[in-house]
C-alpha cells in the first residue's frame, strides 16, 4: 500500500502527502504567471492622500519601490535604489525638478530621466540626460494613486467604474486603505487570492457572518446562488426572502482584483441600486495582502461604522474574542500564508472559486500565446457594474391570519 492509499485508507495524519500549492496561482513576482497577469492591469498602490512632501515606500507584486509628490502634485514612483551607488531614494528631497537623492545629489523626473548631477554640469551633459531611474508610470483616481507595472507596450488606459463615475448627487467618494472587505485590519498577512476569491464565496455568509450581518444579508446565499463567468468576471448573487422582505443581491468579481458587493452592512442604499462600494485586492507580495475600498456615501452621513464583533470594532478585539468572534480576517489568515490547495475539498457551493481560478487560469495561458487578458489592453476602459442589494416586497409572503 502506497502512502496515499494509507491515508485514504485510515484517515491517519501520518500519512498526511506533503502539502503543495498552485504556484501558478498565487505568486505575484515579475516573471510568474499570475505576476504577468497583474502586471497588464492599473493597481492601486497608495491612497493619494498619503503622499505629501516627504517620498514613501511602498510594496507592490512583490517589488519595493518609492512614491513622491512635487510641489506642484505630479505623482513620480521609482525603484528605491539610486542608479548612481544604490541608497535609498526615501531619503530623498522632493522638488518640482524632481526627487534629489540624499547622498549625492542626482535628481530624477517622475519618468525616471536624470536631471540633474552635482559637480558634473557641463562634462557630459549629454549623457547625464539619457540616464534613468527605473520608474513606472502613475495615475491617480478615486483618491487613489494607481501604478501600472508591466511592459510599456501594452499600457491600457487606466479604466473608469460607473459606480463611481456616475454618483448620485450630494453624494461622495471617500478613499479607503484599511482592508476594509476583511473587516478593517490594514494588511492581511495571507496570499492575496484568499481574500480576493472570498468575494464569490457565498456559502461563508450565513457561517461566518450569522451574527455580523442584517439578518436578510447574512441569509443570503444560503441555497447556493447562481454563478455566471463573462469575459473579463465572474458574477455571484442571489434573492433571499425574510418575511414581508426580499432582496435581491449580486456581485462582480472583475479582473484583475476588482470586488464589487454591496456594503453587508446595508448602511446607506443608492437611489440607483448600484453597489456602494468598489474594492482592489493589492498583493504587496506573496504573503501580505492589502485591499483599497472607494465607497460611495451622501456627504453629509457619518462615518460608516466598521463591521462589529461582540459589539467592537476588530481592531479592538482581544486574543479571545478573536477566537470567540472570528470575521473575514481570521478566516482567510488562517488559511495559512499561502493556502494549500492540494488539501482542499471543494463542494457544489464552491462553484464561484472554481470559476474565478479558471479565469487566470485562462488569462495566464492567453499571456503566454501572446495576447491580452479581459480587461486589459485593447479592452474598453469604461466598466459597467450590475453589483448592488435591491430591497422590495416579498411578493410570497402571507400576512400571517
Ligand atoms: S547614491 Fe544617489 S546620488 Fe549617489
Ligand atoms: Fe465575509
Known sequence: MSDKEKFAATGSAYYLPEPAYDEDLVLVDKGTPAGEVFRRYWMPVAKSDKIKDLPVQVKALGEDLILFRKPSGEVGLVYPRCIHRGTSLLWGRVSEKGIRCCYHGWTFETDGRCTERPGEEGVDGASRMTLRQPWYPVEERYGFVFAYMGPPDRKPPLPRYDLLENIPGGWEIVADDTSIPAGGAGRMPCNWLQHHENGLDGAHVPILHEHQFPPIMAQATRSGGFFEKLDDRVNGGDTTRIGPMMMDFKVNIIM??????????????????????????????????????????????????????????????????????????????????????????????????????????????????????????????????????????????????
Request: no cysteine; glycine share 8%; proline share 10%.
Open 256 to 401: 484583475p482584483t476588482v470586488r464589487v458587493i454591496p456594503d453587508p452592512l446595508l448602511t446607506n442604499a443608492r437611489p440607483d441600486g448600484k453597489s456602494d462600494q468598489l474594492s482592489w485586492t493589492l498583493p504587496k507580495d506573496n504573503t501580505d495582502t492589502i485591499v483599497f475600498t472607494a465607497i460611495v456615501r451622501p456627504k453629509d452621513a457619518a462615518p460608516g461604522a466598521p463591521e462589529r464583533y461582540n459589539g467592537k470594532a476588530w481592531k479592538d478585539l482581544t486574543f479571545e474574542e478573536h477566537q470567540r468572534y472570528p470575521g473575514d480576517f481570521e478566516a482567510q489568515t488562517g488559511q495559512g500564508l499561502i493556502t494549500f490547495h492540494s488539501e482542499e475539498h471543494l463542494f457544489a457551493q464552491d462553484k464561484g472559486i472554481v470559476l474565478l481560478r479558471r479565469q487566470w487560469r485562462e488569462a495566464i495561458k492567453t499571456i503566454r500565446a501572446g495576447g491580452d487578458p479581459p480587461g486589459a489592453f485593447g479592452s474598453n476602459p469604461y466598466v459597467e457594474t450590475t453589483a448592488g442589494a435591491k430591497m422590495m416586497a416579498n411578493p410570497d409572503f402571507v400576512v400571517p391570519a
